[in-house]
Each structure stands twice: as C-alpha cells, then as structure tokens.
C-alpha cells in the first residue's frame, strides 16, 4: 500500500517566502505544508505568511512545540 506516492526533494535559491508558493504551483502539489509554533507576532513565520496570501495552493498548518516537550524551555 502506498500511502505517499512520489515524494522529492526540491532545492531552490531565491526568498523562500517567494520560492515556496512558486515552487509549490510549478510542481501542481496538492498541499503545503508547514510545522508551525503557532506565533503570530511579527517578524514570525514569513514562509508561512507568504504562502497563505499568495498560494493558490491549499496550506495545511501543523501545530509544533519547539524545545522537544512540556519540560523544556521553547
């Protein structure tokens, strides 16, 4: 059962806040998506800023915990 289909590796020089959404369109994926802390302040997640104005393509946002648990420092 294959579950992920085909899964690449794409590199890329340029703004990654530019290059993800383009990337993304040129390769017609059917998602984007992120690990996010969930911090809104800003200067925080430019990347993911960028893809959820400009991409035409769904952006799914995962919840992430940086620091590896409720007993580290994030």
Same mark, same amino acid.
């Given at each position: 059962l294959d579950l992920l289909g085909v899964v690449r590796l794409e590199r890329r020089e340029g703004r990654r806040e530019e290059?993800?959404?383009r990337v993304a369109e040129e390769l017609q994926s059917d998602f984007i998506v992120f690990g996010w802390e969930q911090q809104l302040s800003?200067?925080? !997640?430019?990347?993911?800023?960028? !893809?959820?104005? +400009? +991409?035409?393509?769904?952006?799914?946002?995962?919840?992430?915990?940086v620091g590896g648990g409720d007993n580290e420092p994030a």
């Open positions: 290059v993800v959404p800003e200067g925080r !997640a430019p990347v993911v800023g960028a !893809a959820l104005e +400009s +991409s035409k393509i769904p952006v799914m946002l995962i919840p992430v915990t």
